[in-house]
């Protein structure tokens, strides 16, 4: 299975800061027919996960121009600049290039 | 819009079944694959399959073959994951996602 290793588990923050969180795979994650299947997800106290990074580094519907996905093969990075009060909680990186589909382990934004 | 409303919690005993549900609304539901993913403290997020809610056909990570079996009922909008031969390790939040649209979960405990 693809594994994805995600530093730091914790990342603490000042309002207004910049954050950077990286993923690690494997392997890589380019699919054969091309595209790259990796995925950020923020996950909030007591909620489901939200997506808001698709094919490494496309902004869903939504989500703020300061969330900001990049990398290619093996090595991606999500960058939240300016950080707000709602952009605390847990971030997944998830990739569906290879199956089985897998998450990383998670980076805890939290407040200094 | 689309919604995909779980079942409520369940308290099982070790060794037996629990079957839970995703109900879709908002979208054709034979359209869309549903996925189901685990959430547990210790291991995070795990990708447990999806199931084809045209033709019912199924792709099962390898872990979780055997544990889970996924169906649907096209008449109601509705997947269904039956979790056996439960064990303390299968207490966990389970979610539904029809592709970046998550259920809400549903917390499973297993104890005697």
């Known amino acids: 299975d693809v594994v994805l290793t995600q530093t730091p588990v914790a990342q603490p923050v000042t309002l207004g800061d910049q954050a950077s969180i990286s993923c690690r795979s494997s392997?890589?994650?380019?699919?054969?027919?091309?595209?790259?299947?990796l995925e950020w997800y923020l996950q909030k106290p007591g909620q489901s996960p939200q997506l808001l990074i698709y094919?490494?580094?496309n902004r869903f519907s939504g989500v703020p121009d300061r969330f900001i996905g990049s990398g290619s093969g093996s090595d991606f990075t999500l960058k939240i600049s300016r950080v707000e009060p709602e952009d605390l909680g847990v971030y997944y990186c998830?990739?569906?290039?290879?199956?089985?589909?897998?998450f990383g382990g998670g980076t805890k934004l939290e407040l200094k | 819009q689309v919604q995909l409303q779980q079942s409520g919690a369940e308290l099982a005993k070790p060794g037996s079944s629990v079957k839970i549900s995703c109900k879709a609304s908002?979208?054709?539901?034979?359209?869309?694959?549903i996925s189901w993913i685990k959430q547990t403290t210790g291991q995070g997020l795990e990708y447990i399959g999806y199931?084809?809610?045209?033709?019912?056909?199924?792709n099962y990570n390898e872990k979780f073959k055997g544990k889970a079996t996924l169906t649907v009922d096209k008449s109601s909008s509705t997947a269904f994951m039956q979790l056996s031969s439960l064990t303390p390790d299968d207490s966990a939040v389970y979610y539904c996602?029809?592709?970046?649209?998550w259920g809400q979960g549903v917390m499973v405990t297993v104890s005697s």
């Open positions: 996602a029809r592709g970046h649209y």
């Open positions: 908002g979208y054709t539901f034979t359209s869309y694959y």
């Open positions: 199931i084809n809610t045209g033709s019912g056909g199924t």
């Open positions: 392997q890589s994650l380019v699919h054969s027919n091309g595209n790259t299947y």
């Open positions: 094919k490494v580094s």
């Open positions: 998830f990739q569906a290039t290879h199956d089985p589909w897998t």
